[in-house]
């Protein structure tokens, strides 16, 4: 096989000292490379570079040259001093450099990436403080990244800054399961140390300098242990290189680490200036009895350990803004002044990061503006593996859905080494159960399911199609191929010729702490890539990093938020392969997904006038707490408290909607009356009666009072938790109404209005009503939840109430047809509007189903909110809904 490594990294050495070329361009100059490669003599033959590989290294010089990173919005407090500039040219980058080139040209980062890294890390470091500043100082700050973005980059970067500019003792809290902690260290371990703490030799960034070398006091076999620790016998005054420690969030470990340093350093531990950096700052910790991990212990844990130093900078990285430390306090002082939360909070700084633009995200996937056809549904896995389940459940076959996403990841990885990348990781996810005998029974029968896909292949893949599609095996991958690879640009006779190649590497293991086997990709023991189904719980889903993630299976309860976004270890990179990852999961999950993504991505676009308007930390956790979602967070987390708990948010400039709705005939009925009753006071109230626009039926200025009519009396599913305790609602349009806003609009959505085919159910006027699929929406146990994409409208649905001249004004200025609805919100004298939906769901023949939107005018980006409502959120209702979900994370 021909060196691709070599070819790639050749031309990306030319390439680095000129402009990108065109795609045209660079594929010539790649072939002329590899020509000459093969010429070169060597003590092993020269083999000719295949077309699919030039291919591949045009694809990965193409992302490498052309991907971006803008460095996101930064909030900072109101007495920051910047103190970097005045000391760059003094201090030695020596680990920072080291690490530079260790990403460019052992980890093939773009160089538009890894400058943009510098200037994220720069701005970090420079909201900490200078470490040789002299007296007592405390710096708190918040980065806030993406699921799988690379925040680990990200604070390796600032390590190593921070080791260059003078910080000696630095503390990294990588979660609470060894494997986690395990596989940070190795990070460290090469990106920062240089220095396999395992082996006991250089690696890595080492390729660049072996000079200097940290001293580190844990291993990637070994958490911080004060028997070991003891064996060190120096202080750390002896020490001319920063101490490292990797460690749990663990009370236990944390409380060790504490004593250990203050009987080793009693007289001078004050001398030596401390970063500590917590890795997953929103696990701070999960909800759970157990002592070593309950949240208040770990929080004072680590509260102690930073009061030890005179000199300390604390750095959370968190992957969601909806951190915890905004969403537990149950007020706003308590955030700022409460006794667990004052230490940490990131009172100096909260920096929200932009993941390059080659990030696979929530929004590729799940939003309304998803690119990614990626999600398939699982809706036959009750009988064998249910959803709920006890811990004595032994699976007996898997679902047929499986069987589908086990022969995805044979193609995709067959897909793979035709394109040229047969010499990478490639991974398979099976999260089912949290339960590890469960776990270790389902890995028995995928195991026994890919010795007979391998069987099959082995036998039958060498011959003409026609006989070889007579193996059940061979016809059920060729099927697969059919419905979901045969647009990827190969034959199916050239993935036939290769499925051998694909399936034979291809493992099976349990990633969970019963078992020996191991989450491994190191170069050392798998110089060539592993091909890896692993099957887990709890320690697939926080941090741990699945290389090469291909196929993920999915069966968890949907409404756990930050169980469930962290469990999307599918969120990444996936450059030249993204066209053939899979998900499978149950339309229910899909649905919460889609609407925390949408959740999430209209907050973060909020980001940036945030910033424009000079938030301090403290008002942008005000924001964060007051977004509507925070209520599903806030239900989570205070499960346990077992009552009812208060939490006022912000409307705002925000559209609510009915998240999921009720099939019960009885309600369907009762509200499509509603709908009539409504309409006909609209009728009354309205001068000009209904105008027919392309969006259906307006009424406009019609009475506060009707709306809130409807909102009151429409019958929620309870699940559906901004419509279901309606008076928040309710109350905040009273509040318009004293500000002034007295008349709102209404909305009948309808396709083709004044079509003379059709008739809307019980309403009486002419039109169509809107098609739901079971691609979009699914129905099941009485809910009726949507999925790919949460909005039950369309953005334009908010166009209405606006003035043609000022919409018209609007889609200028922006340069856009269709607006971000936000700016629509944002029209002076806007006012509110409901928008009524009619739905035919025709895979499961029902019609009339109504659905509702209220969207209200103002904006969710000033300073502070005008207007708080307060919902109370049915903590009981909840605990009955989920109790025996409350374990999901502590059965490891």
């Not at 990965?60 to 991907?67: A, C, E, K, M, Y």
């Not at 706003?332 to 990061?353: T, V």
């Not at 959803?387 to 069987?403: E, F, G, N, Q, T």
């Not at 209404?746 to 009486?764: A, E, F, M, R, S």
């Amino acid at each position: 096989m021909a060196d691709l490594t070599k070819l790639i990294e050749t031309v990306a050495l030319i390439l680095e000292q000129r402009e990108p070329p065109t795609e045209e361009a660079l594929s010539a100059f790649v072939k002329a490379q590899a020509v000459l490669l093969s010429m070169i003599p060597g003590d092993v033959p020269q083999i000719a570079f295949t077309d699919g590989e030039i291919a591949e290294a045009v694809r990965t010089l193409q992302t490498r040259f052309s991907v971006r990173m803008r460095l996101g919005s930064l909030f900072q407090s109101e007495d920051y001093k910047p103190w970097l500039a005045g000391k760059q040219g003094d201090i030695n980058w020596y680990y920072w450099e080291r690490y530079r080139k260790h990403l460019l040209t052992s980890k093939g980062f773009p160089p538009h990436v890894v400058r943009a890294l510098d200037d994220v890390t720069d701005s970090v470091i420079d909201h900490l403080a200078d470490p040789e500043k002299d007296g007592v100082w405390a710096r708190r700050g918040l980065v806030v990244g993406h699921v799988q973005s690379g925040k680990t980059a990200n604070y390796t970067g600032l390590v190593c800054k921070a080791a260059d500019a003078g910080y000696k003792v630095i503390i990294i809290l990588a979660g609470l399961l060894n494997s986690l902690r395990n596989q940070t260290q190795e990070r460290i371990d090469s990106d920062f140390m240089g220095w396999c703490t395992r082996s006991k030799e250089y690696i890595g960034a080492a390729k660049f300098g072996t000079e200097r070398k940290p001293v580190c006091l844990t291993t990637t076999t070994q958490d911080f242990a004060r028997l070991v620790a003891n064996s060190n016998t120096m202080g750390l005054k002896a020490l001319n290189e920063p101490v490292v420690l990797v460690i749990k969030k663990n009370k236990s470990t944390l409380e060790n680490l504490h004593k250990w340093l203050s009987e080793h350093n009693k007289h001078n531990l004050r001398d030596f200036p401390m970063l500590l950096v917590d890795d997953e700052a929103d696990h701070a910790s999960i909800n759970t009895n157990k002592d070593d991990k309950d949240p208040t212990a770990i929080n004072k844990a680590i509260r102690n350990l930073l009061s030890i130093f005179d000199r300390s900078s604390f750095v959370g990285y968190t992957a969601t803004p909806f951190a915890n430390i905004f969403i537990d306090p149950e007020t706003e002082d308590e955030m700022q002044n409460g006794e667990i939360y004052k230490d940490l909070f990131p009172r100096d700084f909260i920096l929200s990061l932009d993941p390059p633009d080659n990030y696979v995200g929530a929004n590729r996937i799940f939003t309304s503006t998803a690119d990614l056809d990626s999600t398939r549904d699982i809706n036959d896995n009750e009988d064998l593996l249910p959803v709920r389940h006890k811990i004595d459940l032994v699976p007996i076959a898997v679902p047929a859905s499986l069987h589908k996403a086990i022969n995805c990841f044979i193609l995709a990885r067959a897909i793979r080494i035709l394109r040229g990348q047969q010499g990478k990781h490639h991974s398979m996810m099976i999260n089912v159960s949290r339960f590890t005998a469960v776990q270790n029974h389902v890995k028995g029968l995928v195991l026994d399911l890919i010795k007979e896909r391998r069987q099959g292949v082995n036998n039958f893949s060498g011959l003409p199609s026609a006989e070889a599609l007579t193996n059940s095996s061979l016809a059920a991958i060729h099927d697969t191929w059919t419905t979901d690879y045969s647009h990827t640009g190969f034959s199916w006779g050239d993935v036939q010729a290769v499925l051998k190649k694909s399936i034979d590497p291809i493992e099976v293991i349990s990633v969970n702490t019963g078992s020996t086997d191991s989450l491994d990709y190191s170069k050392s023991n798998y110089p060539d890539g592993r091909s890896v189904i692993a099957v887990g719980g709890l320690s697939l889903s926080r941090g741990l990093t699945l290389e090469g993630l291909l196929v993920s299976y999915f069966l968890r309860n949907s409404i756990m938020y930050d169980t469930l976004m962290q469990m999307g270890r599918w969120f990444g990179y996936r450059d030249g392969y993204e066209d053939l990852c899979r998900i499978f999961m149950t339309p229910d999950a899909s649905s919460w997904y889609a609407h925390i993504a949408d959740a999430t991505e209209e907050l973060r676009s909020d980001f940036t006038a945030m910033e424009k308007a000079k938030l301090t930390p403290l008002e942008f956790g005000l924001r964060i707490r007051s977004h509507p979602t925070a209520l599903i967070v806030t239900a989570r987390n205070k499960m346990r408290n077992g009552k009812a708990v208060p939490h006022q948010i912000a409307l705002e400039g925000r559209l609510i909607e009915t998240l999921v709705l009720s099939s019960n005939k009885e309600v369907i009925d009762a509200n499509l009356e509603l709908v009539k009753r409504t309409i006909d006071g609209a009728e009354n109230e309205s001068n000009s009666g209904a105008k027919i626009t392309p969006l259906g039926y307006v009424w406009e200025k019609v009475s506060v009072r009707l709306i809130q009519g409807f909102i009151e009396q429409f019958r929620n599913h309870p699940h559906s938790f901004y419509t279901h305790y309606h008076q928040p609602l309710v109350e905040h349009l009273s509040w318009l109404e004293s500000e002034g806003i007295g008349r709102c609009d209404i909305l009948l959505k309808t396709l083709k209005p004044q079509d003379n085919d059709g008739y809307l159910p019980v309403v009486g006027l002419k039109g169509t009503m809107q098609t739901r699929t079971e691609k979009t929406a699914d129905v099941g146990n009485g809910v009726i939840s949507f999925k790919r994409k949460s909005r039950i409208g369309e953005a334009r649905d908010e166009e209405v109430g606006i003035e043609p001249q000022v919409l018209e004004a609007l889609r200028e200025s922006e340069g856009l047809k269709t607006l971000n609805p936000k700016r629509y919100r944002e029209v002076e004298g806007k006012r509110p509007l409901l928008i009524i939906h009619l739905l035919h769901l025709k895979d499961a023949s029902i019609e009339g189903v109504v659905a509702y939107g209220l969207s209200l005018p103002g904006s969710a980006t000033t300073r502070r909110p005008r207007k708080l409502v307060e919902y109370i959120v049915n903590i009981p209702y909840w605990n009955q809904t989920y109790s025996d979900l409350l374990s999901d994370e502590e059965d490891e």
